[in-house]
């Protein structure tokens, strides 16, 4: 299951590290040749550019209200400007060969790198930091879901009980 993780970094599978505005320009060249829904445009962008935008705000809400290509190609160009100064003036400059690591064992890199959006969870009773989603649950957690599971299944069986019963008095006077 790729296909999403794509949209934030078309480059994933091609063993390149680029920057973002790179990707967002190659992606408006192609927009220009084909017809392109200004609604998707706006969404891969905000997808190439996820880790960026929080930091640009003024840009984001430029980019929610840009409709053609230009617009939007205008809001790419400043932003680029920027991504470009803050990798220039960056220290210690980003060395691609040397990544650090995160807790989890993933890279980290500056926000003007293109990235896969990683989802997470807050664990608020085992940790106060955060942790990937899908990651193996710990057995107290596992017992936790069996007892919640139990609970909504019972709420569920006398909901069902509710609605045939409702189905039945419908009955009842569609036919008298």
Request: hydrophobic content about 30%.
């Amino acid at each position: 299951m790729s296909a999403e993780t794509n949209l934030y970094n078309p480059a994933l599978f091609s063993g390149k590290i680029l920057p973002s505005w790179q990707l967002a320009e190659e992606y408006l060249e192609i927009c220009r040749t084909v017809s392109t829904k200004s609604s998707y445009i706006r969404a891969h962008l905000f997808k190439l550019f996820r880790y960026s935008l929080p930091i640009h705000t003024d840009l984001r809400q430029q980019l929610v209200v840009a409709h053609s290509v230009e617009e939007f190609s205008v809001v790419v160009a400043e932003l680029k400007t920027r991504l470009v100064e803050e990798a220039r003036t960056t220290m210690p400059p980003f060395d691609a060969d040397n990544v650090e690591t995160d807790e989890f064992g993933y890279r980290k890199y500056p926000h003007w790198i293109c990235q896969p959006a990683l989802r997470f969870e807050h664990d608020k009773q085992h940790s106060k930091s955060k942790r990937l989603l899908n990651e193996c649950q710990t057995s107290e957690q596992t017992e936790e879901t069996s007892e919640q599971v139990e609970q909504t299944s019972k709420v569920v069986t006398s909901s069902n009980e509710t609605t045939e019963d409702c189905d039945t008095k419908r009955q009842k006077v569609a036919t008298a």
